[in-house]
């Protein structure tokens, strides 16, 4: 089943410049929006640490914070003048509109996906270093775990 993009699901949502250097969503605030990336760069930092650049357009931006009903995890921070659409109040909009929930729904799994093959390509190349091989035990299985939260030990 192909669903649309979601550029095509969201025409009707408002957009906002985003200029660069400024931070669209801050690590730790509440977040009950969700923002779709029409055009630009943005680089998303955890506890300060730069773990993702956003620079496809199409690209969602704050759907886990939505979903998971729990502050932003990461700040995300243009790196050049960038344009999102932005998706008000999500969670009620994604209940009413359930092609927009599946086609986040499809996202978020082809990103595990794509995690879960890189883990194993590592894990293959570091297969006699027990320290890795631990380390990545610890992120599959914190990947698999339902309601499992990876800041808490």
Known sequence: MTVAS??????????????KGEE???????????YVLESGKFV????GVAIATIE?????????????GRP???TVRAERDSKVRVVKDAMRILE?????ALRIAQL????????SALLVELSQEHGDKPAEQSLIRRIFST?????????VH
């Open 44 to 47: 998303v930092e955890r506890n």
């Open 24 to 34: 669209l969503v801050i690590q730790g605030t509440p977040g009950r929006d969700l």
């Open 108 to 115: 978020q799994s082809q990103r595990l996906d794509a995690t």
């Open 56 to 68: 496809h357009s199409d690209a969602m931006i704050g759907e886990m914070s939505v979903l998971l």
């Open 96 to 100: 009413k509109h359930p092609e927009l």
């Open 143 to 151: 990947l698999m775990t339902p309601g499992k939260d990876p800041g």
């Open 72 to 74: 932003h995890s990461a």
């Open 6 to 19: 979601l550029l095509t699901l969201t025409y009707s949502s408002p957009t906002l410049d985003v200029a």
